[in-house]
């Protein structure tokens, strides 16, 4: 499976961005797919998760409320809408697929077995 990652960019605090991830190589109809964030010096950590069959989603505290995590099953296509955006949501962003249930370590990047090539999203004041 390949993971494209798009969308991100500079917005003002308060603002809203959309990622995209398009994967392809093969369907992702029966995978967890997530999001990951990396801010300079810190460690990756989960935002959000979707269970594709199922449509179950997953999102860390900090983000509930402002990001939605949804799927497109005719373009094999995660998206992450984020509203509200503050300074500490800046960092580099990455789609990832688990081709199996994982839903007790969703949130461990160890759990995913592709990564996309990260999209920076910068939060201004």
């Known amino acids: 499976v390949q993971l494209q990652a798009s969308g991100g960019g500079l917005v003002q605090a308060g603002g809203s961005l959309r990622l995209s991830c398009a994967a392809s190589g093969r369907t992702v109809s029966s995978y967890v797919m997530g999001w990951f964030r990396q801010a300079p010096g810190k460690e990756r950590e989960f935002v959000a998760a979707?269970?594709?069959?199922?449509?179950?989603?997953y999102y860390t505290d900090s983000v509930k409320g402002r990001f939605t995590i949804s799927r497109d099953n005719t373009k094999n296509t995660v998206y992450l809408q984020m509203t509200g955006l503050k300074l500490e949501d800046t960092a580099v962003y990455y789609c990832?697929?688990?081709?199996?249930?994982?839903?007790?370590?969703?949130?461990?990047?160890?759990?995913?077995?592709?990564w996309g090539q990260g999209t920076q999203v910068t939060v201004s004041s």
């Open positions: 979707v269970r594709w069959s199922a449509g179950n989603t």
């Open positions: 990832a697929a688990a081709p199996r249930s994982i839903l007790t370590t969703l949130r461990l990047p160890s759990s995913y077995d592709y």
